[in-house]
Every structure is written in C-alpha cells, then in structure tokens.
C-alpha cells in the first residue's frame, strides 16, 4: 500500500473523527506542532495526529498535506513507524549529523519506501530557522496511480533529533494555489 494511500486510509478516519467532535481546527497565526515546534499557519488547516507528528489538510489528505514531525530519532524511519535494528539495517533511517545532501536523499527514499514512484529532488539550499541552521528543498513525486504531485521539505536537527516538515500537493491547482503561503510557513519553523 503506498504512502499516499495508506494516508488517506488514515486521514479519512482521523477527519470522520474530527468531524464528529467539531475538528481540530489550526487558525493564521503562529502555533505549535509538538511540544517544541512552532509555526506560522498562514491559512487556517485541519489538524490530525498528535504530539509525535501532525498532519494537516485544507481540502483533504490527497490534495494538499503538510506532515509536521517534530522528532525523528536516532535510528527512526524518516517518517517515523519503524527503527532500525540488527535485522533491519537499511531503509530511510535517520542519523544525526548527516550532510544535508543525505538527509534530501533519505527524504527521498522514504517516499519511495512508502510507495511514492518518479521521485525527483531539486534547489537544495541552506535555511535558517530561529537559531537553528537546516536546509531546504523541492521534489517533484507521482502517486502509484499516475497523478503527479509537487512537493517542498524543510529540516533542522536539535537536541533530540530532525525536525522535518513535507508539504505536497497535486501539480495542477492545489500545489500552485497555496504553494507561496506554505513557502513562507516552513522557513518559519522554529524550536523552542
């Protein structure tokens, strides 16, 4: 099952859930992903996950994600679920104090892992967020059905770990729609 729909599977049920209770809904302005991760939400969002990682959508999970992951650990998969073990000792696994350049990659190789075809990484670049140096940079992705995605990643180690954020969206419509303000909302990210 791909990323893409084993997060949708996942998301649709988390947003049945919030709409049950009245969502969790994240208003413009500056807010928190996470304990220590904040943010400047440019527009409002639905909010589904909790301290560990956040997801959230405008018009729902296949049209536009934002994945907020506050800590990836020593030896966590890039977006989180499993370690690295003995048995297990190759994957997209973090390991602090990789060049940037590697931890593109393994953003890269998660998304494949996780079903993502066509990927394509560009414009990796340093970023400043707060205090903390990290990088960012755009990839371009297909879904496993054929419909082609953009996408843009931010990411900062701290004390604990990698701080990652991934925003994707179809190419046509949604990505170019609401791409400018999420540009601006990850180099906001900051640690505190």
């Known amino acids: 099952m791909t990323l893409l729909r084993r997060l949708a599977i996942h998301l649709l049920i988390l947003m049945l859930a919030a709409c049950a209770s009245g969502g969790p809904l994240v208003t413009a302005g500056r807010t928190t992903a996470g304990s220590h991760l904040s943010i ?10 909790d301290l560990r990682e956040q997801l959230w959508t405008i018009d729902g999970p296949l049209l536009n994600s934002l994945h ?9 998969f890039v977006f989180l679920g499993r370690r690295q073990t003995k048995r297990r000792p190759d994957g997209a696994f973090y390991h602090r104090g990789m060049r940037p350049d590697e931890l593109r990659d ?17 414009n990796l670049r340093p970023a400043t967020f707060g205090d903390r140096e990290g990088f960012r940079f755009e990839m371009t992705l297909d879904s496993e059905s ?8 931010a990411a900062f180690e701290h004390e604990k770990g990698l701080a990652l954020a991934l925003y994707y969206a179809p190419a046509e419509y949604y990505y170019p729609r609401d791409a400018a303000k999420v540009d601006l909302m990850l180099d906001s990210l900051r640690w505190k």
């Open 68 to 76: 907020l992951i506050p800590t990836v650990r020593e030896r966590d």
């Open 146 to 153: 054929g419909l082609k995605y953009r996408a843009m990643a």
């Open 40 to 49: 400047d939400a440019g527009m409002e969002w639905t909010r589904m996950g």
């Open 106 to 122: 393994l953003i890269a190789d998660g998304l494949r892992e996780a079903g993502a075809v066509n990927v394509t990484t560009a």
